[in-house]
Antibody, heavy 122, light 107 residues
Framework: QVQLQESSPGLLRPSETLSLTCTVS?????????WGWIRQPPGKGLEWIGN???????YYNASIRSRLTMSIDTSKNQFSLKLTSLTAADTAVYYC???????????????WGQGTLVSVSS | EIVLTQSPGTLSLSPGERATLSCRAS???????LAWYQQKTGQAPRLLIY???NRATGIPDRFSGSGSETDFTLTISRLEPEDFAVYFC?????????FGGGTKVEI
């Protein structure tokens, strides 16, 4: 079955860069879906970060677009996120998931990783 | 971007009762691409309903979705103990795919 697993960067300092990778098993990232990132600050709701297609077509949340880069490695069946200039407001559980919206496809998030807590603190 | 407002914020019910959750969009959701997710403490969200009224794979038929354009509803016909959780709606008809603030269903 489809499984997603986020990497675990743990504790980061303000102004540092967050690098997250999602490894997909049981399904090829080249087959017909976007691949997305969602975050959830402690005790709060869900925030869509962005999603990327296997051809590199990416859509980002406007509120963090200037700090965000997403990429996809079809040879490793992985996709990644880089978020620069971190602040405490970026502290959240980060989820990767299959699905998203763009020109190539429109899908809900039907498979999710377990999530990884990213804490930003000095 | 489309803003989704969920109500009520908290719903206090007993097992066996019916739950009705609302999700209102600030503008029409394209093609009724509205999803509902269930999240339990410490777990990732789980897709329940997509395209407003379609149950995802393995979701019991006590969960149903309805609505169109800007007004959507998730109904749980008879609450089971495992249904007490937080529920989020999400529109994915246009980018960004925004989420509602959530409704907590508590005992």
């Amino acid at each position: 079955q489809v499984q997603l697993q986020e990497s675990s960067p743990g504790l980061l300092r303000p102004s540092e860069t967050l690098s997250l990778t999602c490894t997909v098993s049981g399904y090829s990232v080249t087959t017909g879906f976007f691949w997305g990132w969602i975050r959830q600050p402690p005790g709060k709701g869900l925030e869509w970060i962005g999603n990327i297609y296997h051809n590199g077509d990416a859509y980002y949340n406007a509120s963090i677009r200037s700090r965000l880069t997403m990429s996809i490695d079809t040879s490793k069946n992985q996709f990644s996120l880089k978020l620069t200039s971190l602040t405490a407001a970026d502290t959240a559980v980060y989820y990767c998931a299959r699905g998203g919206v763009g020109v190539a496809a429109v899908d809900p998030f039907d498979y999710w990783g377990q999530g990884t807590l990213v804490s930003v603190s000095s | 971007e489309i803003v989704l407002t969920q109500s009520p914020g908290t719903l206090s019910l007993s097992p066996g009762e019916r739950a009705t959750l609302s999700c209102r969009a600030s503008q029409t959701v394209n093609t009724n691409y509205l999803a509902w997710y269930q999240q339990k403490t410490g777990q990732a969200p789980r897709l329940l309903i997509y395209a407003a009224s379609n149950r995802a794979t393995g979701i019991p038929d006590r969960f149903s979705g309805s609505g169109s354009e800007t007004d959507f509803t998730l109904t749980i016909s008879r609450l089971e103990p495992e249904d007490f959780a937080v529920y989020f709606c999400q529109q994915y008809g246009s980018s960004p795919g925004t989420f509602g603030g959530g409704t907590k269903v508590e005992i």
